[in-house]
């Protein structure tokens, strides 16, 4: 059975910081592409940060210089560092393993940021 369990999120103020953690079972999980997305109340989901499994990394652009990705195969879990929290970081954020033709999702974590 796959699992992806994201966990670490909360409420922090503006400017704070948290980190996400993705932990993953029931896959291959070093030959996944690894994925941050998020959905803010009203809006679409959209692409915060990913990681292949050579660890490129690529970030949205609205998160670049505060928000980091990271992976640790031995732990089958990925991370994002978020630092410099904004009021509009605000938002459920769900982890992605994906490779061709296969994708899956956590059930997200919360983060809501306060001014």
């Known amino acids: 059975q796959v699992q992806l369990v994201e966990t670490g999120g909360g409420s922090v103020q503006a400017g704070g910081s948290l980190r996400l953690s993705c932990a993953v079972s029931?896959?291959?999980?070093?030959?996944?592409?690894m994925g941050w997305f998020r959905q803010a109340p009203g809006n679409q989901r959209e692409l915060v940060a990913t990681?292949?499994?050579?660890?490129?990394?690529n970030y949205a652009d609205s998160v670049k210089g505060r928000f980091t990705i990271s992976r640790d195969n031995a732990k089958n879990t990925v991370y994002l560092q978020m630092n410099n929290l904004k009021v509009e970081d605000t938002a459920v954020y769900y982890c992605?393993?994906?490779?061709?033709?296969?994708?899956?999702w956590g059930k997200g974590t919360l983060v809501t940021v306060s001014s």
């Open positions: 029931g896959i291959g999980f070093s030959s996944f592409n």
């Open positions: 990681i292949t499994t050579s660890s490129n990394t």
């Open positions: 992605q393993a994906a490779r061709t033709w296969t994708n899956y």
